[in-house]
């Protein structure tokens, strides 16, 4: 399966491409893609809000966490925040940006790499959707 992870301007992207940030995070308060949806070998392509598609990876490992609380989010951030791409100092704010969510899933990147970038169309899934999965990300790309 494929995977559209669409990112805010907030540095990730990069961290991703540079190798810094090897796990992608998604923090929700109810169940949605890609909890349960993403799996183990699954290709995730990112872009960021507005753009063209740029990069893409293979999922190693997925850790999927629910009914969080502010303790077990503070693990979670504690663990694995250098890899999600958090710096030491801005943890407290990420964890005051995710506090109140109920579910969590990590995923785990490898292979990471630019594509030659491309335009994608989001009709059917919502303009302010933020992942995507889908069969092949071939039935979203705009020719």
């Given at each position: ?49 507005g753009?063209d ?39 407290n704010?990420?964890?005051l940006?995710?506090?109140d ?9 490898t ?24 069969k ?8």
């Amino acid at each position: 399966m494929d995977h559209l992870a669409i990112m805010k301007n907030n540095g990730f992207l990069e961290k991703i491409e540079s190798g810094e940030k090897t796990i992608e995070s998604r923090w929700y308060k109810f169940k949605k893609s890609p909890y349960d949806t993403v799996k183990l070998g699954d290709q995730i392509y990112f872009k960021r809000s507005g753009k063209d598609v740029t990069l893409t990876s293979k999922v190693t490992k997925v850790i999927q966490f629910d009914e969080l609380n502010e303790k077990k989010i503070k693990d979670i951030l504690n663990t694995y925040g250098r890899d999600i791409g958090i710096e030491k100092e801005n943890i407290n704010n990420f964890f005051l940006s995710v506090k109140d969510k109920k579910y969590c899933v990590l995923m785990f990147l490898t292979s990471i790499k630019r594509v030659t970038p491309f335009k994608i169309t989001k009709k059917g899934y919502g303009n302010m959707s933020a992942w995507i999965s889908i069969k092949n990300i071939k039935d979203i790309i705009l020719s």
